[in-house]
């Protein structure tokens, strides 16, 4: 079940999967009507929509953006804004800034200076304003009480549970919902040395996916068996990328239209859809959000949650390392594996190499023969 958070009181709203766009919601009218009388009818300052994951809530705050009686109410002044997990505060400020007061402005110095100088104008111009904030996950205080909920069926740490040990395990999640999930399911009703366990595991150096590799399997596992062949290729493409970090959108796309045979179009779309379904984030160096569009990839960035690109690198190397489509030598190898070199004069069969070792001389390095890619 859905519901809208206010200020000052909780209203309960019906829960919608339909995907379709919104002037044709008719299975949204209560909830709409719900958020209406909310927005309309009472002094607040603030609602909060939220449901599980597919729920319908980009859905009905859509609608709820186009609807007639809003937009004569607020005047037309709706703004809608997606907030991807890389958006910092300032910067919805400044986006804010730009689509309420219709103009460009100079980056502000600070959250405190682009709060102070948005209000003013706000309260200067006197008129109501809707603003709408989409696919919002904020901060290490939501990530902890997911984890808490999965943990101990709470939203915060019980008294009688080493608080330290618990945030330093939730931690290392990186604030991704479904290792939030796997990890806190696996650790509910544990003792504290399995607390330990984990904890030590983590300062071995292990991933997340090294030892929670069969919960996150079944958590992703429909997301990637949806994915057509040609996009799951692409998906697995992206394990052989620096993972946190943002790399920018250019170099994928022209590994994906020369190797994957793409148009440059069609790679751009593969893109977007794997950011859809979070499976990579993707940012601009811009605030202006129309940049987020193929003719101006050199402008964007993707970037990968740890666990997703383990997932990647483990699907995408389970053939035979002879076999394998590509291969990467990482910086864990700390040089050339020396299982490799065993293979002699045999050809690999993959299409693309990933070093991340850092500098080897000639010394370190072995002659390797693939096929040539036409």
């Known amino acids: 079940m859905a519901s809208v958070d206010l200020v000052d009181s909780t209203v309960m709203v019906k829960e919608s999967t339909d995907s379709r766009k919104s002037e044709f919601c008719v299975g949204l009218r209560k909830s709409i009507g719900d958020l209406k009388e909310v927005l309309l009818g009472r002094e607040v300052s603030a609602v909060g929509v939220h449901c599980i994951g597919g729920g319908g809530k980009t859905t009905l705050a859509l609608a709820l953006s186009n609807d007639p009686q809003i937009k004569d109410y607020f005047k037309n002044n709706v703004i809608f804004i997606n907030v991807s997990q890389s958006l910092n ?4 400020l400044e986006i804010m800034w730009e689509k309420i007061i219709k103009k460009k402005r100079t980056e502000f110095q600070n959250v405190e200076d682009g709060y102070v100088q948005l209000q003013q104008h706000l309260l200067k111009e006197s008129k109501p304003t809707l603003v709408i904030l989409d696919d919002v996950w904020s901060n290490r205080a939501d990530a902890l009480s997911l984890f808490c909920f999965w943990a101990f069926g709470q939203t915060s740490i019980p008294s009688t549970m080493d608080s330290s040990l618990v945030k330093e395990v939730q931690e290392k999640c990186g604030g991704l919902p479904l290792a939030l ?22 300062s071995k150096g292990e991933t997340i996916f090294d030892y929670h590799k069969e919960g996150l399997l079944r958590c992703f596992q429909p997301s990637i068996d949806s994915l057509d062949d040609i996009v799951k290729e692409c998906f697995l493409d992206l394990g052989l990328f620096p993972g946190n970090r943002k790399i920018c959108v250019d170099a994928l796309l022209d590994t994906w239209v020369n190797v994957r045979k793409l148009e440059w179009q069609d790679s751009f779309a593969i893109l977007s859809m794997l950011a859809r379904r979070n499976l990579l984030n993707l940012t601009s160096d811009r605030r202006n959000t129309k940049t987020l569009n193929y003719r101006n990839a050199s402008k964007l960035y993707f970037s990968q949650h740890d666990v997703i690109q383990d997932l990647s690198l483990y699907l995408g190397s389970q053939d035979n390392v002879l076999h394998r489509k590509r291969l990467l030598m990482s910086s864990k190898d700390n040089g050339f594996p020396e299982k490799w070199k065993s293979f ?10 990933s070093i991340h070792t850092g500098p080897m001389d000639e010394t370190q390095w072995h002659e390797m023969n693939f096929p040539k890619i036409l």
């Not at 505060?89 to 919805?92: F, Y």
């Not at 696996?186 to 983590?202: C, D, F, M, T, Y």
């Open 181 to 202: 999930k796997v990890i806190g399911s696996s650790l509910h009703g544990q003792p504290h040395v399995a607390w330990e366990r984990e904890k030590n595991n983590i």
């Open 89 to 92: 505060l300032k910067e919805i």
């Open 344 to 353: 002699g004069d045999i050809a690999f069969d993959a299409q693309i190499v």
